[in-house]
């Protein structure tokens, strides 16, 4: 039922007919609705809290353009948020794709740097490959590499890791030169930069990537 913390709640009656329960502070209001009103209803908030412009400008589902509005509205990436200039350009990339503030920072820098990557590629053990959000074939798959740049025969796979080297452990450390020996062999260049160097410089960790690239 509809709360405080959850002011609106949807439940199904029969088939065809909701109820429809919001709650606010000290007003609340219940009522049955049918399908198709519910959906005219869903259309109009969504309009209304810009969700409809989201998911058409990005081809993305309701439920992601949710997760980017979130990120937006939190205070915490105001900053990050209204002074990007890819605003309403990378940020399906930047809020769904990328998995952690590095990573953002090297992709935003990476776009201003008019370098586009793919991000989170799947590859798989025998260099096929497929796209994000394709569910991972866990029978198949090699890595997925954060970052993968390709340019005049250049395929670099770029990782963007929240340890340093030293703080690896043993286990780690062989699995990522093992799988580093196999992309080689596919015919790939592994970049593995440490959280360490991207936020202390991550102009320079573009750099890097642009002469691999060359």
């Keep these: 039922m509809a709360d405080n913390r959850n002011p609106v709640s949807i439940q199904l009656i029969k088939k065809g007919t909701y109820k429809l329960s919001i709650k606010l502070d000290n007003w609340e209001m219940s009522r049955e609705i049918t399908e198709n009103a519910l959906k005219g209803l869903l259309e109009e908030i969504n309009n209304v809290t810009g969700l409809t412009k989201i998911s058409e400008t990005f081809n993305c589902s309701g439920e992601d353009a949710k997760r980017i ?35 953002r920072n090297l992709l935003l820098e990476l776009r201003a740097q008019e370098i586009k990557p793919v991000i989170q590629r799947r590859i798989n053990k025998d260099g096929s490959y497929y796209e994000f959000p394709k569910e991972i074939d866990f029978d198949h798959i090699l890595t997925i590499p954060d970052f993968y740049v390709e340019k005049e025969g250049a395929k670099l796979c770029v990782y963007a ?14 699995r990522d030169r093992n799988i580093d020996r196999e992309l080689q062999k596919l015919g790939f260049k592994v970049l593995r930069y440490t959280g360490q160097e991207i936020r202390k410089d991550v102009s320079l960790v573009v750099e890097n990537i642009k002469i691999n690239l060359e």
């Design 69 to 103: 509005r979130e990120f937006w509205d939190l205070r915490s990436n105001w900053t990050l948020c209204n002074k990007c200039k890819f605003k309403w350009h990378e940020c399906f990339d930047c809020i769904i794709k990328c998995d952690s503030p590095l990573e």
């Design 161 to 174: 890791d929240g340890h340093t080297y030293h703080e690896r452990t043993e286990k780690q450390a062989l």
